[in-house]
């Protein structure tokens, strides 16, 4: 992560919001993944966003319930892969 930082030199971070998870065990594996994230976006002097996973799908499809393939697919258009 902090070589990604490095190397692309990002002007903020955005992450996901925490959600009600059913499996512990995925919960705290995300847990762990964005703390180091959130750590290393700081100490880059990163400006850190959260975003709820509807607030996303909102702006990307332009409906906050789109399905997976409907963020995938205008992700895709958007950025132009």
């Known amino acids: ?3 990604i ?3 692309l030199h990002p002007e903020a971070a955005a992450f996901e919001s925490l ?22 976006a700081a100490e880059a002097n990163l400006p850190v966003f959260e975003y ?6 909102s702006a990307v499809t332009g409906y906050g319930r789109a399905e997976k393939n409907q ?5 895709r258009a958007l950025l132009k892969l």
Do not use: C, W
């Not at 959600?19 to 964005?34: D, E």
């Not at 963020?71 to 992700?75: A, L, T």
């Open 5 to 7: 930082i490095r190397d």
């Open 52 to 57: 709820s996973p509807l607030e996303v799908k």
């Open 19 to 40: 959600f009600y998870a059913t499996n512990v065990q995925s919960a705290l594996t995300l847990s762990h993944v964005r703390g180091v994230s959130m750590f290393a």
């Open 71 to 75: 963020v995938q697919q205008m992700v």
């Open 1 to 3: 992560i902090v070589d």
